[in-house]
C-alpha cells in the first residue's frame, strides 16, 4: 500500500479530556478506513485532525510524507480545498445553487471559469446515479440524492483524500446502503483514499479496514481481504 495521509502518535486535549492519546494511522491510495467508536472516544477529533482543522498538540500528520499539521492557516487552508474532499452529515449544499453548481464550487474557487467549471461537474452525474438531476435545488432532491451530490463535489477537485463523518447519518438504511456503496466505489476509481466516521457497522463494513477508538486510543484493527 502506498501510503498517502499518516497520523504519527497524534495527541490532543481539551482542558482535562483526553481525545487522543497517541494514535498512529495511515490509508493508501484506492485505500478505505471506517473509525467506529463510542460516543466521545475521539473519533471526530481523529478525523478533524487528519484533515488539517484540528491541530494535534502533539504528533504528526504527514500528507504524501510531508508534514501538514505544522503549515500556516492560509497554505493549511489551500491544502484543504485542493486535495481533500468532505463530505458530512447533510446541510452542506448551498440551496440557492442548482446541484450542478453545488459541485462546480470547488472548481470555481480554484480558478476555473464557470462555464468549463459546470461542464466538468457535469460529468460527475450519470456515475453517480444522478443523470437528469443537474439543475435540480437542494430543496428539489431526496435526501439520498442530495448525498450523493455532496459526494460529487468532494471528489471535483480530484483529491487525495475524501474525508466522510457520519455520511449516512441522516438517511435510511437501503439509501445509506446505496450512498456508502457509491462513496467507497467512486473514490476508490479515482484513486483517492477515504477515511469515515461511522457509528454504523453495516456501513464501517464497505470499508477496507475498521479502526476501533476508545478513550483516544486504537483499540482495534480490522482488515477485510475481500473488499
Ligand atoms: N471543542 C471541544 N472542547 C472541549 N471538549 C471537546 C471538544 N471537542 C471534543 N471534546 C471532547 O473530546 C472527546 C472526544 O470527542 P469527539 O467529538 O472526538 O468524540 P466522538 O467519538 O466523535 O463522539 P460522537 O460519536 O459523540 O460524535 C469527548 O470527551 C468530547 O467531549
Known amino acids: ?17 483526553t481525545a487522543l492519546a497517541g ?10 478506513l471506517a473509525i467506529m467508536g ?5 473519533k471526530s477529533t481523529l478525523l478533524h485532525t487528519l484533515a488539517g482543522i484540528i491541530r494535534p ?18 497554505r493549511l487552508s489551500a491544502l484543504r480545498r485542493k486535495r481533500f474532499g468532505f463530505v458530512f452529515q ?3 449544499l448551498l440551496p440557492e445553487l442548482p446541484a450542478e453548481e453545488n459541485v462546480a464550487l470547488p472548481l470555481m474557487l480554484e ?5 468549463q467549471a459546470v461542464e466538468r461537474a457535469r460529468r ?3 456515475p453517480l446515479g444522478l443523470d437528469g438531476l443537474e439543475r435540480r435545488r437542494p430543496g428539489q432532491l431526496s435526501g439520498g440524492q442530495a448525498q450523493r451530490v455532496a459526494i460529487a463535489r468532494a471528489l471535483a477537485v480530484a483529491p487525495d483524500v475524501v474525508f ?5 447519518g441522516a438517511l435510511d438504511q437501503a439509501t445509506g446502503t446505496e450512498v456508502v456503496r457509491l462513496l467507497t466505489s467512486v473514490t476508490r476509481e479515482q484513486g483517492a483514499a477515504l477515511v469515515m466516521v461511522t457509528h454504523d457497522a453495516e456501513v464501517a463494513a464497505h470499508c477496507d479496514r475498521i479502526l476501533q477508538v476508545r478513550d483516544g486510543r486504537i483499540t482495534n484493527y480490522s482488515q477485510f481481504t475481500a473488499s
Do not use: C, H
Not at 2 to 14: D, I, M
Not at 111 to 115: F, I, Q, V
Open 111 to 115: 480558478g476555473l471559469p464557470r462555464a
Open 23 to 32: 494514535v498512529d494511522v495511515e490509508v493508501g491510495t484506492r485505500d478505505s
Open 38 to 42: 463510542p460516543s466521545g472516544s475521539g
Open 164 to 168: 466522510a463523518d457520519e455520511p449516512t
Open 1 to 17: 500500500m502506498s501510503t498517502v495521509l499518516a497520523g504519527v502518535g497524534l495527541t490532543k486535549k481539551y482542558g482535562s479530556t
Open 57 to 74: 498538540d502533539g504528533g504528526q500528520v504527514l500528507l504524501r510524507g510531508e508534514r501538514i499539521d505544522d503549515l500556516g492557516e492560509n
Open 124 to 126: 460527475w452525474f450519470a
Open 90 to 92: 447533510s446541510g452542506q
